[in-house]
């Protein structure tokens, strides 16, 4: 059972992975289009102060909690934190160069938030967890 379950967050992961490259380098929004039938517009899922940014922070939280499960199990929960980092840094960047995209400082933070925060809480658990 805890293998299967192991398993599916494998698989949640790496899917997320291939739908953050695929929402993050359209020229668009597919988002945009799929809930207002415009590429231009971005969604803003959370009503806050900070913008659509607060999105990027929930999904690469998403995102990294997974990602330091799947590689926890192989004790290699070092090597995703930097992969992660990365990712969530390059693929804002490279808003720079994709058609109808804009880089956003906001977005680039929220981004980064998301994974350091995510490592933060993971290795706090991970650490309640052998004192128990």
């Known amino acids: 059972m805890k293998n299967t379950i192991f398993e599916g967050i494998k698989y949640i992961y790496y899917l997320s992975l291939m739908i953050l490259l695929l929402l993050y380098l359209f020229p668009g929004s597919l988002i945009g289009f799929f809930l207002y039938n415009d590429l231009g517009k971005q969604p803003n899922l959370v009503s806050n102060p900070f913008g659509t940014s607060i999105n990027h922070f929930?999904?690469?939280f998403y995102l990294s909690i997974n990602g330091f499960i799947v590689h926890?199990?192989?004790k290699k929960?070092?090597?995703s934190f930097p992969f992660l980092l990365c990712v969530s840094i390059l693929f804002e960047l490279l808003?720079?160069?994709i058609p109808n995209r804009a880089f956003e400082f906001n977005d680039l933070f929220g981004?980064?938030?998301g994974v350091v925060s995510a490592?933060?809480?993971f290795n706090i658990i991970?650490?309640?967890k052998i004192k128990l």
């Open 126 to 128: 991970k650490k309640l």
């Open 58 to 60: 929930i999904f690469f």
């Open 119 to 121: 490592f933060f809480i």
């Open 95 to 97: 808003h720079l160069i």
């Open 72 to 74: 926890i199990k192989h």
């Open 111 to 113: 981004n980064f938030a």
């Open 77 to 79: 929960l070092i090597y």
